[in-house]
């Protein structure tokens, strides 16, 4: 894993107990063979045992994984460190976790293309759904409660997508086609809206299609949108490029607001909801090329009206851009964004 180096306007984190671990999850950090998780009656500390700690687990859970030349195991644990349950993994296959099971896929170890064919099992085993198309499966989401949105290519020129939801236990909701040149990305809400992103990339313009239960299809065009977040608590969904971000509500299908202003750079992971503040948060980074270093930035954006707050969160390399794991709200205020190997605190730019 890349070392980031954060210098300037953000305050990192003091050295000491939080020195060497990388960040995981909310309340997860890999320090050497073990894992430290955050608990109100204590933190608790897990041994790896050489399985592989898998990043970003569902809320209330560690998922760990192990892999053999025959196969491999996925090791589900509560936040206490109480085995749930051990997936075994047949050889060609790979799985994670959701909030509800696990999902195994095929393995594509040469390129993001396998045969559309999912397994949902709980989080014992238990074999709940099986699903084999005569599709192309290129990516999926997985959403707030569970469920999974996937984007398939139809037999054909490479312009035919097949995109599907399937709720918690691998019922299929949604299927909905599109004719594109680019792949289309797609997402499911807390409310089980479908919300499908086409991109046409030589003309700059994006298109949202939100659809919903017992309602038309409804569309809207945006400049060039990058990434899309579904609101684990609701039905809200927001949307964000280089020059755009955007806030949906899915169940009525309504823009609740558009805020056209540049951002160079999303980070992964960096586009998310604060349920705590009810804000929008997106870390960016501004680049500077011929220097070689990228400015981090956080952005807060109101919920109700896009109302937003800047903040700096020093520099970077820009071959190392860190990935954002949460961003924490401490007791004593402002904000801290988890890095995958640091912490840092916001320092709004009103206060520089």
Same mark, same amino acid.
């Given at each position: 894993?890349?070392?980031?180096? %954060?210098?300037?306007?953000? /305050?990192?984190?003091?050295?000491?107990?939080? !020195? &060497? +671990? *990388?960040? #995981?999850?909310?309340?997860? $950090?890999?320090?050497?063979?073990?894992? %430290?998780?955050?608990?109100? /009656?204590?933190?608790?500390?897990?041994?790896? !045992? &050489? +399985? *592989?700690? #898998?990043?970003?687990?569902? $809320?209330?859970?560690?998922?760990?994984?192990?892999?053999?030349?025959?196969?491999?195991?996925?090791?589900?644990?509560?936040?206490?460190?109480?085995? #749930?349950?051990?997936?075994?993994?047949?050889?060609?296959?790979?799985?994670?976790?959701?909030?509800?099971?696990?999902?195994?896929?095929?393995?594509?170890?040469?390129?993001?293309?396998?045969?559309?064919?999912?397994?949902?099992?709980?989080?014992?085993?238990?074999?709940?759904?099986?699903?084999?198309?005569?599709?192309?499966?290129?990516?999926?989401?997985?959403?707030?409660?569970?469920?999974?949105?996937?984007?398939?290519?139809?037999?054909?020129?490479?312009?035919?997508?097949?995109?599907?939801?399937?709720?918690?236990?691998?019922?299929?909701?949604?299927?909905?086609?599109?004719?594109?040149?680019?792949?289309?990305?797609?997402?499911?809400?807390?409310?089980?809206?479908?919300?499908?992103?086409?991109?046409?990339?030589?003309?700059?313009?994006?298109?949202?299609?939100?659809?919903?239960?017992?309602?038309?299809?409804?569309?809207?065009?945006?400049?060039?949108?990058?990434?899309?977040?579904?609101?684990?608590?609701?039905?809200?969904?927001?949307?964000?490029?280089?020059?755009?971000?955007?806030?949906?509500?899915?169940?009525?299908?309504?823009?609740?607001?558009?805020?056209?202003?540049?951002?160079?750079?999303?980070?992964?992971?960096?586009?998310?909801?604060?349920?705590?503040?009810?804000?929008?948060?997106?870390?960016?980074?501004?680049?500077?090329?011929?220097?070689?270093?990228?400015?981090?930035?956080?952005?807060?954006?109101?919920?109700?009206?896009?109302?937003?707050?800047?903040?700096?969160?020093?520099?970077?390399?820009?071959?190392?851009?860190?990935?954002?794991?949460?961003?924490?709200?401490?007791?004593?205020?402002?904000?801290?964004?988890?890095?995958?190997?640091?912490?840092?605190?916001?320092?709004?730019?009103?206060?520089?």
């Amino acid at each position: 894993m890349a070392v980031v180096g %954060i210098l300037l306007a953000g /305050a990192v984190s003091p050295a000491g107990a939080e !020195e &060497g +671990r *990388q960040h #995981l999850g909310r309340g997860i $950090a890999r320090d050497g063979d073990r894992l %430290i998780v955050a608990d109100p /009656a204590g933190d608790v500390s897990v041994n790896l !045992e &050489g +399985r *592989q700690p #898998l990043p970003n687990p569902p $809320a209330g859970l560690i998922v760990l994984r192990r892999d053999s030349a025959t196969g491999g195991e996925l090791k589900i644990l509560d936040r206490r460190g109480s085995p #749930l349950g051990t997936i075994e993994i047949p050889q060609a296959w790979t799985g994670f976790a959701t909030d509800a099971g696990v999902i195994l896929v095929p393995q594509a170890p040469h390129e993001a293309r396998r045969p559309h064919w999912l397994k949902f099992l709980s989080h014992t085993g238990e074999l709940r759904a099986e699903v084999v198309e005569g599709l192309t499966l290129v990516s999926w989401a997985v959403g707030p409660d569970g469920g999974l949105a996937t984007v398939s290519e139809a037999p054909g020129d490479g312009t035919a997508w097949v995109i599907l939801g399937y709720d918690r236990n691998g019922t299929e909701n949604w299927r909905h086609e599109v004719k594109a040149l680019t792949r289309p990305t797609a997402l499911l809400t807390a409310g089980a809206q479908l919300v499908v992103l086409e991109s046409d990339l030589e003309a700059g313009v994006s298109t949202v299609t939100i659809i919903a239960r017992g309602r038309a299809p409804k569309s809207h065009r945006l400049w060039n949108i990058t990434q899309m977040v579904a609101d684990p608590d609701s039905s809200r969904v927001a949307a964000v490029g280089q020059e755009t971000v955007a806030l949906f509500d899915a169940r009525t299908r309504r823009l609740l607001w558009r805020r056209d202003e540049h951002l160079d750079f999303v980070l992964r992971g960096g586009l998310r909801f604060d349920r705590r503040s009810a804000r929008l948060l997106v870390v960016h980074a501004e680049r500077d090329r011929p220097a070689g270093k990228a400015q981090l930035k956080l952005r807060s954006y109101r919920l109700s009206d896009g109302d937003a707050e800047r903040a700096a969160l020093g520099a970077s390399s820009l071959d190392e851009l860190p990935s954002v794991v949460d961003v924490e709200t401490p007791p004593e205020g402002g904000r801290r964004v988890l890095l995958h190997d640091r912490a840092v605190t916001a320092v709004p730019e009103s206060a520089q």
